[in-house]
RNA sequence: GAUUCUGUAGCUCAGCAGGUAGAGCACAUCCCUUUUAAGGAUGGGGUCUUGGGUUCGAAUCCCAACAGGAUCACCA
């Protein structure tokens, strides 16, 4: 490792450090008995308050003037000025503490603890005047220094792939990003809190399966060594929940991580979030009512209001939504009714229209692929598109009425599948016979088809009873209530490749 | 996967008629007891992503690799 000048001049610090008997990384917790806000916030109205103050951050930037010096010290919610005067924080003879450790062997980056109080300075800035100051943790890599004033950004730490292999510092010099993933936990948390309050049971199950499978996709494979058995990352965990419906449970949900071995963009993570709730004894009528209900809540609880800006749009996710069905849909957009078209006939319709297919489509992907290119980037607000054809829908129920479609809806919010939904099957000669059709699928090469579960299969032997499924991207409705363009912005660590 | 753009100091970037590597911030030294994106002065710091090629000479032109961005494709 070759190291930067001022890398060397950080380490050499640090020894000298020790040398003066100061411990760089103390181990002792530090009393705070504040934070940053709650000064800027308070102070001004009353300023008796804060003669005592306790408080620790990271230095993020300094102005040494002679024998006082200014410096920006962040915390978790903020940043403050700070004031230390030499003969403040070395009160006797010995002047070290200033003129050594402060001016010469502390950085920009070091995180300390300061007592002083609180005053307002000649240029009007809410200031900490420093009595005491203590190392806490020494900083050996120099931060990226990113200055602002009345809005200008000087220097902004915006290359993304820095962004995101060194969210750490991400978090440190641009903490306004901070915001995202705090209201990302809220969402999760209003979304939990809505689920308890209607009696559901929050359940974990395995993320590492023998037969993945209640989607389509390509799934990662590993090994266990003790069973000497291939097992799979979890694609989605549908068939492990209905597993517990089975059993007895009334509704049954899990904030569950799955992971999909296809390609990245800026909607896609190999690893992504997934909620996926069963309810018993309900449909998918009666699930459309209970999305609205929890979305709108969860709109509200986080923005204050059902309208939220996405892009140059206002979403508006108040109740009730529209609905359509996928038929209705098609003829609104494209002025064709195809609702009793053969595969022939569907074929030369999408010809005309311009649909780009391939001759292994089969009728369901042919209305499916219409579907994508000329109604869901135009649904941008709330939108319910109902009943789906059997072939895009192996696990749900067949529709009570209409032939060749099946009981499923999904929600379409800014041109994007927010979430989707079915009457659970439970028939299972019909599951089986279904099964038996994706692998079908399968020898024909198509890689994302579904592979048959006989234990999972058994289970609904047993009996389930009348069952309505729903899955909510996490991710996507981040992105969607916080408005960003990009998953990689609501994820932490987003996959990036290895570095080199 | 396709197209396209990018990779120069710790950070943000300039330099690309091919001719000794630049700026601001950061860093170092000195001066300064209420400054504020940057107090003042001086100074140090780079295998110009990597490997080939063209050339007397390449950060600059060409080819390839690596990494990343954007758009598209794939992706219930």
């Not at 806490?136 to 950004?153: F, N, R, Y």
């Not at 999760?188 to 359940?203: A, P």
């Not at 069973?227 to 569950?256: H, Q």
């Not at 579907?371 to 696990?395: A, H, K, R, V, W």
């Amino acid at each position: 490792m070759t190291l930067s000048e001022q890398e060397i001049i950080r380490r050499e610090s640090l020894q000298q450090l020790y040398e003066l008997g100061i411990n760089p990384f103390p181990s002792n917790t530090y009393e705070v008995n504040v934070n940053t806000s709650e000064i800027l916030e308070k102070f001004p109205t009353d300023e008796t308050l804060f003669q005592d103050v306790s408080i620790a951050g990271r230095i993020m930037s300094r102005r040494i003037m002679g024998a006082a010096s200014f410096v920006e010290l962040q915390d978790s919610v903020g940043r403050i000025q700070l004031y230390i005067k030499r003969d403040d924080i070395c009160p006797g003879e010995d002047k070290t503490c200033y003129n050594t450790v402060f001016k010469k062997l502390l950085d920009i980056g070091d995180i300390i603890g300061v007592r002083g109080f609180v005053f307002i300075t000649k240029m009007g800035e809410i200031t900490i005047h420093v009595k005491e100051l203590k190392l806490l943790a020494k900083s050996l890599h120099p931060l990226p220094i990113v200055k602002e004033k009345e809005d200008q950004i000087y220097d902004a730490f915006t290359d993304p792939e820095q962004r995101y292999r060194q969210r750490y510092v991400d978090l440190i010099v641009n903490p306004w990003i901070k915001d995202t993933f705090i209201r990302r936990a809220q969402l999760i948390g209003s979304m939990r809190n809505f689920l308890n309050s209607k009696g559901y049971l929050e359940v974990e199950t395995p993320i590492l399966q023998p037969l993945y499978g209640g989607a389509s996709a390509r799934p990662f494979k590993t090994y266990h060594n003790t069973l000497d058995t291939t097992l799979y990352l979890r694609i989605a965990n549908e068939l492990y929940l209905k597993r517990l419906i089975v059993g007895g449970f009334d509704g049954v949900f899990e904030f569950a991580k799955d992971f999909r071995n296809e390609g990245m963009s800026r909607f896609h993570n190999p690893e992504f979030t997934q909620m996926e709730l069963y309810v018993a004894f309900k449909d998918y009528n009666w699930m459309m009512e209970l999305v609205e209900e929890m979305i709108e809540k969860i709109a509200i609880d986080l923005n204050g209001s059902a309208k939220v800006q996405v892009g140059e749009y206002i979403i508006d996710f108040k109740r009730p939504w529209k609905r359509y069905t996928m038929y209705e849909v098609i003829q609104h957009f494209t002025g064709v009714d195809i609702s009793n078209m053969d595969e022939e006939e569907l074929r030369n319709t999408a010809q005309t229209l311009k649909v780009p297919l391939t001759p292994a489509m089969a009728k369901g992907k042919i209305i499916d692929e219409i579907f994508g290119e000329y109604c869901e980037p135009n649904l941008i607000q709330p939108t319910f598109i109902t009943d789906y054809p059997i072939e895009m829908s192996p696990l749900a129920k067949k529709h009570v009425s209409k032939p060749g479609l099946v009981e499923r809806f999904e929600a379409i919010v800014n041109g994007k599948e927010l979430c989707n939904s079915f009457s659970e099957l439970n028939d299972p000669i019909d599951q089986r016979e279904r099964f038996e059709a994706q692998l079908e699928l399968g020898r024909r090469g198509d890689e994302e088809s579904m592979v048959l579960d006989e234990d999972f299969l058994r289970a609904l032997e047993y009996g389930m009873p009348p069952t309505a499924g729903l899955g909510v991207g996490i991710d996507r409705l981040t992105m969607i209530m916080t408005n960003t363009a990009s998953i990689q912005d609501v994820i932490f660590f987003p996959q990036m490749r290895p570095e080199k």
